[in-house]
């Protein structure tokens, strides 16, 4: 015996194009506009420096902008915690201690901090090795 599917407007048809569509945007990174998509960086550490000279060392510590990636988008410091938005390469830290800085992101964990103008800063910050959880 059949039963009768009850009417509410909306035909079969309908219903599964629209659990199809729903089915295909689930596998889709979600995009912002207009700095691409959304990620969060690995977490973990990142040590941040100064170039050094031929002199002397490397790098200079910057030890009060490291900064620890938590969960997701938060980041922990000894001056307090915070959120950032990862958008393609850009990660800007929209609050807590390093609200309103911004840096560029190359590779999975090298950051360089970008100036106003666009250009590059001096500082960079890299993920320590097996600082994630």
């Known amino acids: 015996m059949a039963f009768p599917i009850p009417s509410r407007g909306i ?21 912002a506009a207009p ?39 938060s980041y922990a410091m000894p001056a307090g915690t915070g959120v950032y938005l ?14 309103g800085a911004v840096f560029s992101r190359s590779g999975r964990s090298f950051l360089r901090e970008a100036l106003a103008d666009g250009r590059e800063g001096a500082l960079r910050c890299v993920r320590a090795p097996n600082s994630g959880r």
């Open 11 to 31: 035909s079969l048809t309908g219903a599964l194009a629209g659990i199809l569509a729903g089915a295909l945007l689930a596998g889709t990174p979600a995009v």
């Open 86 to 99: 990862l958008t393609g390469d850009r990660v800007e830290f929209t609050s807590g201690p390093l609200r």
């Open 35 to 73: 700095g691409g998509a959304i990620g969060t960086l690995p977490l973990g550490t990142y040590h941040c420096e100064l170039p050094g000279d031929a002199e002397g060392a490397a790098g200079v510590p910057q030890p009060e902008r490291d900064f620890t990636v938590i969960h997701g988008s």
